[in-house]
């Protein structure tokens, strides 16, 4: 049998086959939202974080007073010393010359004074020629005093117990008055750091902070702060001493203070996210934020890190829900938060 008209009959076809596809296929169901976790709070949620710097409490820069050769080094870097122990002895055969010179001047002076003293006892010399020997007397004594005190500059002894942090000289080296011999820190440490006004609000001396020190955490106790800020920064000044430390500290780490939580009216509010819930899109850092049931991909910008978590300087309400762990989820998605 031939069509008499072949190309509707062909329209038909490709019609109905479609259609009859259709009527048998079951509607698609939608998909059931993806189950996810809001973020709880890290361990940095309880305050605001701030650079400090970890220093000695007790720092010395040993120097001498005089120009002399060094005859011996008794100490190297890193080790502990206590006070009044001998580090450098430094050359001495010149300022030893001047004492003796001194002290025979000295003698010469009191038995010169003790001669017109008899004398004018007798009346055979005046009350100012003893005015004046008394005064030779006196001088030649100062004379020997301050040559005791250069013999004790060729001696370097530590000022404190503490632990040689830096060795400058070596054995026949000529030194300078005020040239820096050694550096020595004490045991006990602090934390130095600048604070805003807001970061500074309701703190004092005496208020303990907690502070974190790469893995190390400890307590420190504030012993200064500056009540003006500085004319330039408008920033204060803030010292903290260690008191309990989990961990190794040393003088020169990067340490940053946990300050108590700062009310809104303060004019701070942080937000800490952990590392899990950022999503990184090339040089952009997000986050799924769970709004309406669906998921919403919103850019955020990070600023302190304290271990694994962040914290957000810009991009987020305090009422936003933030997804934790998002995977592959997908802007828009449905998502249902669970408690």
């Given amino acids: 049998m031939t069509h008499r008209y072949p190309k509707l009959a062909a329209v038909a076809l490709a019609t109905a086959i479609p259609l009859a596809v259709l009527a048998g296929a079951a509607p698609a169901a939608p998909a059931a939202p993806v189950k996810v976790r809001g973020v709880r709070s890290g361990a940095a949620a309880g305050g605001a974080l701030v650079p400090a710097s970890v220093l000695a409490v007790s720092r010395a820069t040993i120097a001498t007073r005089v120009a002399a050769t060094v005859r011996a080094v008794k100490v190297r870097e890193g080790e502990r010393v206590r006070r009044g122990q001998l580090l450098v002895s430094l050359s001495d055969d010149d300022v030893r010359g001047a004492l003796g010179a001194a002290d025979a001047s000295l003698a010469a002076a009191s038995a010169h004074e003790r001669r017109i003293r008899d004398l004018a006892a007798e009346r055979a010399a005046t009350p100012s020629e003893l005015d004046m020997a008394r005064a030779q007397q006196a001088q030649a004594q100062a004379a020997v005093a301050s040559a005791r005190a250069t013999l004790a500059y060729t001696q370097v002894r530590a000022p404190f117990d503490g632990t040689v942090q830096s060795r400058r000289v070596e054995p026949g080296d000529l030194v300078n008055p005020g040239q820096p011999i050694l550096e020595i820190v004490g045991k006990a440490l602090e934390l130095v750091a600048s604070l805003s006004e807001p970061e500074a609000h309701g703190l004092a001396v005496g208020t303990p902070l907690h502070f974190q020190a790469g893995a190390v955490r400890g307590t420190a106790v504030i012993t200064a702060l500056t009540p003006g800020g500085d004319p330039l920064s408008h920033r204060r000044g803030l010292r903290a001493e260690v008191r309990k430390v989990d961990g190794e500290l040393r003088s020169g780490d990067f340490a940053r203070l946990v300050l108590p939580q700062v009310s809104a009216a303060a004019g701070v509010t942080t937000r800490w996210l952990p590392r899990t819930a950022l999503v990184e899109r090339g040089d952009l850092t997000g ?37 934790d762990a998002p995977g592959a989820l997908r802007d828009g998605q449905a998502v249902e938060v669970l408690p």
């Fill in 287 to 323: 986050v799924f934020v769970a709004r309406s049931g669906r998921a919403e991909l919103r850019w955020i910008s990070l600023g302190e890190q304290a271990g694994d978590v962040f914290a957000v300087r810009a991009g987020l309400a305090p009422d936003d829900v933030v997804i």
